[in-house]
Nanobody, 126 residues
């Protein structure tokens, strides 16, 4: 099982980035996918999650209206479009997968996820 994040980098406040999470080794369409982030000295926090059918999504209050999660089941890939980035968005971003027993179930806490990527750094300068 592999989840590989890409797309991180350095961006000025107000800018945009699109993170990708390419997966392999499991039946992608059966798995809900989440994005998490961890800033230095802080706990890992959930950012967004998408159900297996992509019909249901969840966002942390801090990113609502700025971030969009989507998935392409044909490419086994999940995306996180991040707009209007703020310095407080600076963190290592991780994608994670967990088996979704229903088409609309989303998972918001790290403990519920089985598989994790290695992370990609996002730095937002002021």
């Amino acid at each position: 099982v592999q989840l590989v994040e890409s797309g991180g980098g350095l961006v000025q406040a107000g800018g945009s980035l699109r993170l990708s999470c390419a997966t392999s080794g499991f039946t992608f369409e059966d798995y809900a996918i989440g994005w998490f982030r961890q800033a230095p000295g802080k706990e890992r926090e959930g950012v967004a999650s998408i159900s297996t059918s992509d019909s249901n999504t969840w966002y942390a209050d801090s990113v609502k209206g700025r971030f969009t999660i989507s998935r392409d089941n044909a490419l086994n890939t999940v995306y996180l479009q991040m707009n209007n980035l703020k310095p407080e968005d600076t963190a290592v971003y991780y994608c994670a997968g967990t088996y979704g027993e229903s088409l609309i179930q989303v998972f918001t806490t790290a403990e519920l996820y089985s598989y994790w990527g290695q992370g990609t750094q996002v730095t937002v300068s002021s």
